[in-house]
């Protein structure tokens, strides 16, 4: 493994990694929630132990930001 690929995925410890789904995405990636990707969705929903539909409300209510949404839904 990389340097750099080791870096990415110590970026994000406690979800696992970078998705696994391109292995050239950054450590800023992994700070971002997508939902234009089906792959992507399911990922984070995992990650998150969230519904689809908890996370969309989520990004919605509180923008795209990882952490963000996951304050949100610690709340809930």
Known sequence: MSALA?????ATPMFGGIMPDDPKKTA?????ISLEEPHEIQWW???????EAELRAAVHQVGHSVQA???YLAKK
């Open 69 to 71: 949404v996951r304050e």
């Open 6 to 10: 080791a870096a990415e995925r110590a």
């Open 28 to 32: 800023e990636d992994a700070k971002v």
């Open 45 to 51: 929903r995992k990650a998150l132990n969230a519904t």
